[in-house]
């Protein structure tokens, strides 16, 4: 049974920092593609980053140069630095694993960015 446990959200302050992580179980982490998708309350949810298992890497257009997706594949674990965070980055921020039809989903993890 695949498990994805997001980890790392919070409250943090407008120009703060947060490292999210996601720990993957169930599959053979190294040939899926993982993603960071957020969803802000009334709105659609939305591809934030993600990583394919060759380590191609795509970029939402409003957090490039602020947040960086990473993965360890000896960890079967991906991360999202987020740097520079602003009001508009808050959402429950949900990671995914991908191969072909096979999509799953974690539970979501809430960043709030408020003073």
């Known amino acids: 049974q695949v498990q994805l446990v997001e980890s790392g959200g919070g409250l943090v302050q407008p120009g703060g920092s947060l490292r999210l992580s996601c720990a993957a179980s169930?599959?053979?982490?190294?040939?899926?593609?993982m993603g960071w998708y957020r969803q802000a309350p009334g709105k659609q949810r939305e591809l934030v980053a993600a990583?394919?298992?060759?380590?191609?890497?795509d970029y939402a257009d409003s957090v490039k140069g602020r947040f960086t997706i990473s993965r360890d594949n000896t960890k079967s674990t991906v991360y999202l630095q987020m740097n520079s965070l602003n009001a508009e980055d808050t959402a429950v921020y949900y990671c995914?694993?991908?191969?072909?039809?096979?999509?799953?989903w974690g539970q979501g993890t809430q960043v709030t960015v408020s003073s």
């Open positions: 995914n694993a991908a191969l072909g039809r096979r999509v799953s």
């Open positions: 169930g599959i053979i982490f190294s040939i899926y593609a």
């Open positions: 990583i394919t298992s060759g380590g191609r890497i």
